[in-house]
Nanobody, 128 residues
């Protein structure tokens, strides 16, 4: 069974940091492109970042460039999203997603419908 499980969410003050983890099971993580998405109340799910399976190419939403960093450890079957300089508008449920592809995320961030494995989400709240 293909599964992703996020962890690391929580409450943080503006300017603070968090690291989200996404543990994969049931598939070879290195064969998959990985995406991070977020969804705030009343808003559509938006892409935050992605990493391609080949060459580890990365893409970021303009709103998080320079603040968030995606990384992966294929041996540990875990993907990470480091969130720095957090702002109240970063408050959302964060989801990781995966799709078996050697092409996706090499040039831009794929839309959510391209992904077929999703985690349950992790709440990130940025508030003083």
């Amino acid at each position: 069974q293909l599964q992703l499980v996020e962890s690391g969410g929580g409450l943080v003050q503006p300017g603070g940091s968090l690291r989200l983890s996404c543990a994969a099971s049931g598939f070879t993580l290195g064969d998959y492109a990985i995406g991070w998405f977020r969804q705030a109340p009343g808003k559509e799910r938006e892409g935050v970042s992605c990493m391609s399976s080949i060459a580890g190419l990365t893409n970021y939403a303009d709103s998080v460039k320079g603040r968030f960093t995606i990384s992966r450890d294929d041996a540990k079957k875990t993907v990470f999203l480091q969130l720095n300089y957090l702002k109240p508008e970063d408050t959302a449920v964060y989801y990781c997603a995966a799709v078996r592809s050697s092409i996706l995320c090499q040039t831009n961030m794929p839309a959510p419908h391209w992904y077929d494995v999703w985690g349950q989400g992790a709440q990130v709240t940025v508030s003083s």
